[in-house]
Structures are given as structure tokens and as C-alpha cells.
């Protein structure tokens, strides 16, 4: 056992390549749980109504965001498959293409701006948790741009397997929102009290900082010259393209994204505590999911950079390599939420009312259990769903979400609640099963190898035939 664990860490494809891109990248979608953790600890000790009304406005306005961000970061693909066939020269004309999602994204959010109210009226949450999540969503709204285009940008980087400057600029970034959190939310060194307001605006400010970062560095001559990343045009092929192959993907972020984000306003029919309790359980899963996507992200840049090489078999070892490590993880997190939940959700205790802040506990320490269950298939779903992204089998992936979500999460949950008398715990177990059934649908179209001779890309004109070690 410990030779073959020797063999596949210097292998290519192996364990310590998957670690090398992978790392940096964990720590940046680490920093992004991280962030929300410690935005969600704050606005618990600003108020509860804070807390209730973050989660639900920030899901609704990503749920939208999703599509937009993930179409954009889809350019990740294009240029590690590029990158691997040795076809530098098109990257940026792919890049500059994400231009125009982000300034639909900004459109359609500054659209949505004056909807808020009524939809938030239709949701139904108690009136002083819908003044809320109307401000904190419109707020958010504002930050289309930057963040489209900052996934564009991180994109192109992590294609092309650089993703220590995805870190850099992520950690910093999430520096600078955490710093400006606790600043405005509260109103220190002289800075006025927002309470979740100051949240939205620190989320905001984060972003453009990202943007601005992202961009010294991949319109510097060093990018500039090998990938063209400055040769601004329009493209309608290369847009076409990314469209094709992107939006799906994106659609697929928000159909899940919508999927999760009606199944907490439905929950937030239950009562305050509930939702809130449903609020810090998906929050402290974020410790253990958001992490991952790091991980997911390696998967799609090696199946892409190995594709683009004509070598699947490369892709498979590296697939097979990730999903190990990614399944230890996910099994140590899934121990210890389900023995100590207590200890992830005493800093949400900490300058919160006792009285009111234990019976949020009670519920919570339950949701954490049912947390632990689904973390384990939430690794392939992560893993699997990546590798036949990386590949451009992004409308499966729409598809499968697409039917799962309405048939197992949303219309279960809606029966549950408002016909029902569903209690809380009954909700949790039909959004497990929705977990569970992504898992194993991903794995399943994964073995079927489809995958293999896609590409996104147009056919180079000659394909090297590779071949490593089988998984």
C-alpha cells in the first residue's frame, strides 16, 4: 500500500501535482468560507434579524450572480485545454470575450435593484428580516462587474496552472472584506454603524480591490506578449464558444444555487429560529464544501491541460488522484461535525444573547448531523462534476441539476412546508437526499468515459496520443 501511495505521489497526475495547483487554490475558496464565517459571526452579534436576512439575500443575489460568474470563470477551461495543445496565442481572445457577460451581469442587477422589495414581500420572512434582506441584496447588486470579471481573470490564471497569484490576490482581498466588516458593521475607529449594510458595502469594496489586482498582473508584458491578453476585440466565434460551453455551466451554478436558495426561504416559513439555525448550519458546511471547490477547480484545469494533449489518460489518473485526496478530507470534516458541532458554532455564540442564541443552538446542532452525512457524497459531487466540466460536458451537468433540483429539493421541500406541516428536520432530510443523488449521478456519467474525447477547443492540427498510468 505504502508503495503504490509513493507511486501515484510522483507520478504525473499523481498526489503531489494535484496538491501543487490544487493548494493555493483551497486557500482561496477557503478564504471565501472564511469570510462569509466571519461576516455571519459578526451580523449574529449585531442583531438576529441580521443574521436571518443575511444568507437568503446573499443566496438570491448569487443565485443570479452564478450564472454570470461561472460562464465568465468557465474561460479556465478554454485556456488550459489551449495551454495544453500549445495554442498560447489564443487565450486572451477567449478572456476578452467575458467582457460582455459582465456587463449583462451588470444590466440584469441593476434591473433587479427596485424588484427587491416585492420579492422579498412575497417570500413571506417576518417584516424586520425582510427591511433587511431588501438592503443587504440591493447592495450586493452593485458589485456585478467586479466580481464577473475578477472570476474571468482568476479563470485565465488557474488555466493555465499558475494559482498562487489566485491566492495572493484572494487571501488579500478577503483581508481587506473581513477589515472593512468589522468597520462598518460596527462602526469603529470613527467609521459610521451600517449593521448589514456595512457587510454589503465590505463585500462590494472586496471585490473591486480583486478586479483591480487581477488586472495589474494579466495585462502586464509578461502575459501580455505570450497570451495577447491586451488585443481587445470582439469576437463572435470565440464568444459564441464561451457561450456555448459556459453558459450551461453557469446556468447549472444557479439552478443549484436557486435550488438551495428556495429551500432556505421555504425553511424561513418555519419561523426566525429555524432559519436562522438553517443560516449557521450551511454556514459552518462552508468550512468543509467552499475548500473543496478549490480541488474542484484543479480537476477541470488537469482534465483540460491533458485533453488539449490528446492524453485521457493522464485526466483519469489525475480524476482518481484528486477524488482520494478530497474523500479523506471530507470524511475527517464529516467526524467531527457530526461529534463536536457545539465547538463550530461557539463563535457564533460568543457575543450573542444567551436566551435567544440557544434555541438557534438546539436546532443547529442537529442540522450539523444531517451536514455530516451529505459531506461524504458532496465529494463526488465535487470531484466528478469537475472532471466532465473540464472536458465541455457542461448541459449533462446543467440537465442533471436541472431535475434533481425541482424533483427532489424544491417541490418536496414546498409539499413539506406548506401542505405538509413539515417540521425542520424532515426539510433537512429531503435536502440530504438532493445532495446524495448529485454524488452519484456524477459518478455514473464519469464511469460512461463520454467525457474523454471532448473538447472545447477546436481540433489542433495534429493530437498527440499520450498515455500514463491507469487509475
Known amino acids: 500500500m505504502m508503495t503504490s501511495i509513493r507511486r501515484r505521489w510522483r507520478a504525473e497526475g499523481g498526489y503531489r501535482q494535484v496538491l501543487g495547483l490544487a493548494v493555493p487554490l483551497v486557500l482561496s475558496t477557503g478564504s471565501w468560507s472564511v469570510q462569509g464565517f466571519i461576516n455571519r459571526m459578526f451580523l449574529t452579534w449585531h442583531s438576529p434579524e441580521s443574521l436571518a436576512a443575511a444568507m437568503p439575500a446573499s443566496m438570491v443575489n448569487y443565485a443570479i450572480m452564478s450564472i454570470f460568474i461561472s460562464t465568465a470563470g468557465y474561460v479556465s477551461t478554454f485556456v488550459a485545454q489551449y495551454h495544453g495543445a500549445g495554442q498560447d496565442h489564443k487565450v486572451g481572445r477567449t478572456l476578452w470575450q467575458s467582457v460582455f457577460v459582465a456587463l449583462a451581469a451588470t444590466l440584469v442587477n441593476l434591473l433587479l435593484i427596485p424588484a427587491a422589495p416585492g420579492f422579498f414581500r412575497i417570500v413571506g420572512h ?27 481573470l482568476s479563470g485565465m490564471l488557474s488555466g493555465l496552472g499558475r494559482t498562487t497569484p489566485v491566492m495572493a490576490v484572494t487571501l488579500s482581498a478577503t483581508g481587506v472584506n473581513i477589515l472593512l466588516d468589522w468597520l462598518l458593521i460596527f462602526g469603529h475607529l470613527g467609521f459610521p454603524a451600517l449593521g448589514i449594510a456595512g457587510a454589503g458595502w465590505a463585500s462590494v469594496a472586496a471585490g473591486t480591490v480583486q478586479l483591480v489586482a487581477f488586472s495589474f498582473i494579466i495585462f502586464g508584458r509578461r502575459y501580455r506578449e505570450r497570451f495577447r491578453t491586451s488585443q481587445w476585440r470582439p469576437d463572435a466565434a470565440a464568444l459564441g464558444a464561451l457561450l456555448r460551453y459556459g453558459l450551461p455551466a453557469g446556468i447549472q451554478f444557479f439552478i443549484d444555487m436557486a435550488g438551495f436558495t428556495s429551500f432556505i426561504l421555504l425553511v424561513g416559513r418555519l419561523g426566525r429560529d429555524e432559519l436562522a439555525a438553517t443560516n449557521l448550519a450551511f454556514n459552518v458546511n462552508t468550512i468543509a464544501f467552499m475548500p473543496m471547490i478549490g480541488i474542484g477547480i484543479t480537476v477541470s484545469v488537469l482534465v483540460g491541460q491533458s485533453l488539449g ?160 498510468s491507469r487509475s
Open 126 to 152: 417576518q417584516p424586520a428580516v425582510q427591511a433587511e434582506e431588501v438592503l443587504f441584496f440591493r447592495i450586493l447588486c452593485l458589485g456585478a462587474f467586479p466580481a464577473v470579471m475578477a472570476s474571468a
Open 309 to 468: 494533449k490528446g492524453d485521457p489518460a493522464r485526466a483519469r489518473y489525475a480524476v482518481r488522484s484528486a477524488f482520494d485526496l478530497t474523500f479523506f478530507y471530507m470524511a475527517a470534516v464529516a467526524v467531527l461535525f457530526f461529534l463536536f458541532p457545539r465547538v463550530f458554532l461557539s463563535p457564533f455564540a460568543a457575543a450573542s444573547d444567551p436566551q435567544t442564541f440557544r434555541s438557534i443552538e438546539r436546532i443547529a446542532v442537529i442540522l450539523l448531523r444531517f451536514v455530516a452525512i451529505y459531506t461524504l457524497f458532496d465529494a463526488l459531487n465535487i470531484i466528478f462534476s469537475s472532471a466532465i466540466k473540464g472536458a465541455g460536458d457542461t448541459r449533462f451537468v446543467m440537465w442533471m441539476i436541472f431535475g434533481l433540483s425541482i424533483g427532489i429539493l424544491v417541490v418536496p421541500s414546498f409539499v413539506a412546508i406548506t401542505w405538509l406541516g413539515a417540521t425542520i428536520y424532515t426539510c433537512w432530510v429531503i435536502a440530504s437526499a438532493y445532495v446524495v443523488a448529485l454524488g452519484i449521478s456524477f459518478f455514473l456519467r464519469y464511469r460512461q468515459g463520454k467525457w474523454e474525447s471532448m473538447r472545447v477547443i477546436e481540433a489542433a492540427p495534429r493530437e498527440r496520443a499520450g498515455s500514463t
